[in-house]
């Protein structure tokens, strides 16, 4: 590994409740034995009988709540439209769930190939390859439920995550679909001047009509945080090199290394929440890559190994709920899992320190499960532990809160609750449902690792961004 210079690392120490911050240097975060003895914990057979019920109400949701004839999965149980980000995680459950015996070989493809004939054959649902973050859940066009019309970045990578792990498990037809979705995807046409970062979307003029007019919004995607990654690794790995960026766009992203009290430090995302630590890792197996090396792009940030670096994150957001939330209390260990969802007065995006936010906000203590659930890859014995225990929540009349049986056609875990406020959510979310399911898999099999890491699309990306060690 090459020398780097290091850049000032901001730990936060607790007094009184607060979190104070004082400065040190960091070095590069990489794999530490206790990560490495985590990845080789074993599931007994209990575990595996109950992440088998949760992940079949995961895929439960993704095959039943769809829309007719496109098929695409809805953005939420109650909402009367897709969102182009959970048909990647249903593309991607379709693998899951011919392994696991509920659905066939030919169903799971026929579905395939019909989302993404119906997603390929519209053109009001797309700008420049980049797609529409709500299109309509029957259509697979522009949804006339008011949603708004943006083309969205960072929905459509997750989207592309889940076309390449259905084109390299199904091959055939759906290959040939999904190829031809990758390849239309202009990814330069959406970096921004100076840096050449990548827009958050583009705003339409009008949202029937996406290439009529609009303009691509001044956010951008420059904080090293997960989903970004997957963004910059698509593209830079663009099939078509007039589409692609140049690999030192990735290295660009803000890497600020934080630490919370004695704790190993880490590189922070804005927020904080637990989805902003494992989306990409639903898909790409960092663990087999190891730290990347931003010196060879001209960048003096450190290396980082981001398994171990989700690991850490995941730690100390743990530590962090069991200490300084009262409200999480009465779970014991187990009260932790933070992330974006819906709780009781809406869709709330928890924040923890350390973040670059630089705040908290535990939302009255509303856990998710499937933020606990898909650190499973990185914590699995905390995290078995935690759904164990939101499992066999119950009532004083013996009936379980936070669970709908999958067997009777439920969708299992609730997608989040408020001990504090008396409070279980009635929603279910694609976005929510997807990582737990797959993260769930890796965990278990490293189905959606290995079939996602094969692509020749992933393996373009990673040599260009100095990731793929094997020769050719």
């Known amino acids: 590994m090459k020398c780097q210079r290091l850049i000032p ?15 040190t240097m960091p070095s590069a975060i990489v794999a530490s034995d206790e990560s490495r003895q985590a990845a080789a ?4 057979a209990d575990d595996e009988k109950l992440l088998d019920q949760i992940q079949r109400g995961c895929f439960n949701y993704f095959w039943k709540e769809v829309g007719s004839p496109a098929l695409l999965v809805k953005d939420r149980l109650k909402a009367p439209v897709s969102s182009i980000a959970a048909v990647g995680f249903q593309l991607s ?5 011919v392994e696991r015996g509920w659905c066939s070989r030919d169903e799971a493809q026929q579905r395939a190939q019909t989302i993404l004939r119906s997603l390929l054959e519209r053109d009001d649902n797309k700008y420049l390859g980049m797609y529409a973050h709500f299109p309509d859940h029957n259509t697979a066009g522009v949804n006339q439920a008011g949603f708004d019309p943006e083309i969205s970045t960072v929905d459509t990578a997750l989207l592309v995550a889940g076309v390449i792990t259905a084109s390299e498990y199904f091959g055939g037809a759906v290959r040939e679909l999904g190829d031809r979705m990758v390849a239309d995807i202009n990814w330069r046409a959406f970096a921004l001047p100076p840096d050449g970062l990548i827009s958050m979307a583009w705003k339409p003029t009008d949202g029937k009509k996406p290439a009529a007019g609009g303009r691509m919004l001044d956010h951008k995607w420059w904080i090293n945080s997960d989903e970004e990654r997957l963004v910059y690794l698509f593209a830079v790995g663009a099939p078509r090199a007039e589409f692609a960026l140049e690999p030192a766009v990735y290295y660009k992203l803000k890497r600020e290394v934080r630490r919370y009290g004695g704790l190993p430090p880490f590189v922070v995302s804005w927020p904080g929440p637990l ?6 890792h639903c898909w790409i197996d960092y663990q087999a890559l190891g730290p990347d090396d931003p010196a060879r792009f001209g960048s003096n940030a450190p290396a980082v190994d981001w398994f171990e670096n989700s690991r850490r994150a995941v730690l100390t957001h743990k530590r962090r709920c069991n200490e300084n939330a009262d409200c999480l209390r009465q779970l014991g260990e187990n009260g932790w899992g933070l992330s974006a969802c819906v709780g009781r007065d809406g869709y709330i995006v928890p924040q923890l320190q350390p973040n670059l936010s630089n705040e908290d906000n535990f939302h009255d203590c509303t856990i998710t499960p499937y933020a606990a659930g898909s650190a499973i890859m990185f914590t699995r014995e ?79 990306g990673l040599k260009r961004l100095g990731l793929d060690k094997t020769p050719g």
């Open 9 to 23: 690392l901001v730990v936060f120490i607790t007094a009184g409740g607060a979190c104070h911050a004082q400065t």
């Open 41 to 44: 914990y074993r599931f007994s």
């Open 93 to 97: 459950s379709l693998a899951i769930g």
């Open 275 to 280: 989805f902003t630590y494992f989306f990409s």
């Open 382 to 460: 905390e995290s078995m532990a935690a759904l164990r225990a939101f499992y066999e929540l119950k009532s004083a009349d013996g009936r379980r809160l936070v669970w709908s049986d999958p067997e009777s056609g439920g969708y299992g875990l609730a997608d989040s609750f408020s001990i504090k406020q008396g409070y279980v959510c009635d929603d279910y979310v694609g976005i929510d449902e997807g990582p737990l399911l797959l993260a769930i898999e890796n965990a278990r099999t490293k189905l959606i690792w290995k079939t996602f890491m094969k692509s020749p699309h992933v393996r373009r």
